[in-house]
């Protein structure tokens, strides 16, 4: 059976109890996150297995989300431990319309340090997927990480898929970030952005995507859905499902995360992978948190109509 790795950051959602800003919210609830981490736990979810990459403090918060993931049948075992860094912290609070407000602390964060060397024994076999973000691409070392692993990948004939997962404010500057992620769209055979990201990216080109090697282009667009485009031209679209949203963290993650799982089962049918992607990610923001909101494939179908 094939497998999803995933690598990228992996950190403490410090979610507000209540809607308004942060400067005015007085408690929060601690959950796991980390987009790659998300992607793992819906395809997990929807019967696959995978396998998560990354490094957290040698602290209470590192072994929380070590146990979560555990608890969610993801492989930890690559999980590593550092001393010297800090588990990455998020907090954020929401919008009356599910819509939210992010601060991170992760200027030591240990998933920006971990390096080839430390992931020297991870193989892939042909049919594996490996998924990775932007987040954690900050550092040289981290970078370095991904491009082993990538090449690594590549030579196995596992599929590659990247989600750009823009968030500007962990960068010196916008040019930083658009450097960073135009470094490794060419490695990647799928990739999901949101349709703000592509504007960002390309001005909206869909063909410029399509520069490198890219198989597969997922365009988000919230609430209003999702479109799908192939290298030969063919264009598929989704107008979403409408559901009672509290909460949209993780929507997008839940997206890629149950398209991956359908590239894994060997599924074909574009028009119905892109539907079932749309429906992880609505079905995600009915509740709160990213993975304590995430269904199986039982729950999302009876849900989601």
């Known amino acids: 059976m094939s497998k999803l790795y995933s690598i990228g950051e992996l950190l403490i959602d410090f979610q507000s109890v209540g809607t308004g800003g942060l400067k005015d919210t007085k408690q929060f609830v601690k959950n796991a996150g980390g987009a790659p981490a ?3 736990v819906q395809a997990v979810k929807l019967g696959q297995k995978a396998v998560y990459l990354t490094k957290v403090g040698g602290d209470g918060f590192g072994d929380f989300l070590i146990e979560v993931l555990n608890g969610e049948g993801v492989d930890t075992s690559h999980i590593l431990r550092s001393d010297k860094y800090d588990t990455s912290l998020a907090f954020v609070s929401y919008k009356e319309d599910g819509e939210r407000e992010f601060v991170f602390y992760r200027k030591a964060a240990a998933d920006l340090h971990f390096t080839a060397e430390e992931f020297k024994d ?4 042909k049919g594996d997927i490996l998924e990775f973000g932007s987040v954690a691409l900050k550092t040289a070392e981290a970078k370095g990480a991904h491009l082993a692993l990538i090449e690594k990948a590549k030579k196995a004939g596992a599929t590659v898929c990247f989600d750009p997962n823009l968030r500007f404010n962990l960068w010196d500057s916008a040019s930083e970030l658009k450097d960073s992620v ?3 769209l060419p490695y990647a055979d799928v990739v999901k952005v949101g349709a703000d990201e592509l504007e ?3 001005g909206g080109s869909i063909e410029a995507m399509f520069a490198g090697g890219l198989k597969i282009l997922l365009v988000t667009d919230g609430g ?4 799908l485009y192939l290298a030969d031209g063919r264009e598929f679209a989704c107008n979403g499902y409408k559901v009672k949203a509290v909460d949209t963290t993780g929507a997008g993650d839940s997206f890629f995360g149950g398209f991956i799982a359908q590239l894994m089962e060997g599924k074909t049918s574009y028009q119905e992978m892109l539907e079932f992607a749309c429906k992880c990610g609505a079905y995600t923001t009915t509740g709160y948190g990213a993975i304590p909101a995430m269904g199986n494939k039982e729950k999302i ?3 989601v109509k």
Do not use: D, H, I
Request: net charge negative; with cysteine.
């Open 38 to 40: 998300n992607v793992c």
């Open 122 to 125: 991870v193989e892939f076999e």
């Open 182 to 184: 135009n470094e490794f």
């Open 200 to 202: 960002f990216l390309t």
């Open 224 to 227: 209003k859905g999702a479109k």
């Open 301 to 303: 179908e009876r849900a």
